[in-house]
């Protein structure tokens, strides 16, 4: 994440906010919706489940606030991670989804989704920037 961070700080605020075809649109947004998953996942980890409006929800207005939030938290799953046990990573993980279902997995399989998922992402990043000519 931090080396997609430090490509966005060059970039225009109007590049920044622009409708780039991204499913979130922006980069902007695109960037808050990754902030979002991770504290929402981090959140179920931790047992602080927090409550969302939405997956579009802006939870950062100010992009430079936004970056540091971004790093705090890939800051925190770095330690949470590297507490787990294999016996940890290989056990059931119970939590519940966004509509309140209760859901069991593993929980290695639920961390490979979630870093799936913001790696899915940065990639939709780094395309957008590289088209704003920031690759």
């Given at each position: 994440?931090?080396?997609?961070?430090?490509?966005?700080?060059?970039?225009?605020?109007?590049?920044?906010h622009?409708?780039?075809?991204?499913?979130?649109?922006?980069?902007?947004?695109?960037?808050?919706?990754?902030?979002?998953?991770?504290?929402?996942?981090?959140?179920?980890?931790?047992?602080?489940?927090?409550?969302?409006?939405?997956?579009?929800?802006?939870?950062?207005?100010?992009r430079?606030?936004?970056?540091?939030?971004?790093?705090?938290?890939?800051?925190?799953?770095?330690?949470?991670?590297?507490?787990?046990?294999?016996?940890?990573?290989?056990?059931?993980?119970?939590?519940?989804?966004?509509?309140?279902?209760?859901?069991t997995?593993?929980?290695?399989?639920?961390?490979?989704?979630?870093?799936n998922?913001?790696?899915?992402?940065?990639?939709?990043?780094?395309?957008?920037?590289?088209?704003?000519?920031?690759?």
């Amino acid at each position: 994440m931090s080396k997609v961070l430090a490509v966005v700080k060059d970039i225009p605020d109007e590049a920044y906010h622009k409708d780039m075809g991204l499913f979130f649109h922006s980069l902007h947004a695109t960037l808050n919706h990754i902030l979002l998953a991770d504290r929402l996942w981090y959140g179920r980890f931790v047992g602080q489940q927090i409550s969302i409006t939405g997956l579009d929800q802006q939870l950062v207005a100010d992009r430079h606030q936004l970056s540091d939030a971004l790093l705090q938290q890939a800051t925190a799953w770095v330690e949470l991670v590297s507490a787990l046990s294999d016996q940890e990573l290989q056990g059931e993980f119970t939590y519940r989804d966004t509509k309140g279902h209760e859901l069991t997995r593993l929980r290695g399989e639920v961390l490979d989704h979630v870093f799936n998922h913001g790696t899915h992402h940065r990639g939709q990043l780094s395309a957008a920037m590289t088209q704003l000519g920031f690759g």
